[in-house]
Nanobody, 118 residues
Framework: QVQLVESGGGLVEPGESLTLSCTAS????????MQWYRQAPGKQREWVGE???????SYIDSVNGRFSISTNKDKTIVYLQMNNLKPEDTGVYYC????????????WGQGTQVTVSS
């Protein structure tokens, strides 16, 4: 099972940017879709965006055009670049490796806190 560790969260003001990193214990390109989720206080965890194993990217409407997912060359780190942050982007951000083959297991990272406040 791939191990995931998120980093890069913090406190920023509205309009600022942050880049989150999700470091995987192995290359994720072949057998996983890589996803970002977030959970705001008192709310359910929601899907934010993903990069498919084939490289296709998709995002929830509320972040489309502001957030961007990318990877390093070795496909061991997945980034979530967040621009023009808004207070409603506040929450704990999680990355998830969604297995697309029967012999692999999906897994979650531990989460990193993002707070957008003036």
């Amino acid at each position: 099972q791939v191990q995931l560790v998120e980093s890069g969260g913090g406190l920023v003001e509205p309009g600022e940017s942050l880049t989150l990193s999700c470091t995987a214990s192995e290359s994720i390109s072949a057998v996983y879709n890589m996803q970002w989720y977030r959970q705001a206080p008192g709310k359910q965890r929601e899907w934010v965006g993903e990069r498919s194993n084939g490289g296709y990217k998709s995002y929830i409407d509320s972040v489309n055009g502001r957030f961007s997912i990318s990877t390093n060359k070795d496909k061991t780190i997945v980034y979530l670049q967040m621009n023009n942050l808004k207070p409603e982007d506040t929450g704990v951000y999680y990355c998830r490796a969604e297995a697309i083959v029967s012999w692999a297991q999906s897994s979650w990272g531990q989460g990193t806190q993002v707070t957008v406040s003036s």
